[in-house]
C-alpha cells in the first residue's frame, strides 16, 4: 500500500500505523449502488444507516438494484424505508446519472480524481466529500484526502494537538 509509504514519513502516522495496520482500499464494481449507499447514509449513525441499507435492498429481494429499478420505485416506496424526501430525490437522481451519463466503473476508473470528482458533482445530492469517498473506498484510490471530512478535521486537531480556536486557519 503506497500510502503507508508517505504516511510512514510522519512520526506519529507511522506508529498508528504500526500498532493499528494499514486498511486496505478495496474496489467494488457497482459504483451505482455504492453513491446510493452513501447518500443514504450520511449524517446517520452506522446502524441506523446499515438498517435502512438493508430495507433498500429488501426492496429488490435481497439484491443490488438496477438503475432502472430504483428509477421505477416510487418515492413513497423509497420514503417508507426510513429516506427522507431529499435522500430518496437524491438517490434518483444518481439512477438517473447512471443511466443517461454513465457510471460504470471502466468509464469512471480510467478518469483523474478531479475530472471524476467533477464529473460526479454534477448529480444532484453528490458533493465533493460524496465523491471522494467513492475514490477511496469503491475506486481504491490512495492519493485522496478529503480534507473537508469534519471527522478527519477532528482527528488531526487531537492527533497533533492543535489549537483550533482560530476556525479561519482550518
Known sequence: MSYTIHLGKDKRFKK????HGAVELKKRK?????LCASIMSQQLSTKVAAVIHQRFLNLYGGKEPTPE???????ATLRAIGLSNAKTSYVQNVARFAIEQGMDHKKLSK???EELIEYLTQIKGVGRWTAEMLLM????????????????????IR????DNSDKKLF
Open 16 to 19: 498508528l500505523i504500526d500498532e
Open 30 to 34: 457497482n459504483l451505482c449502488i455504492y
Open 69 to 75: 429499478q430504483i428509477l421505477n420505485t416510487p418515492q
Open 111 to 113: 478518469m483523474e480524481n
Open 137 to 156: 473506498f469503491a475506486l481504491g484510490r490512495e492519493d485522496v484526502f478529503a480534507m473537508d471530512d469534519l471527522g478527519i478535521q477532528n482527528a488531526m
Open 159 to 162: 492527533f497533533y494537538k492543535l
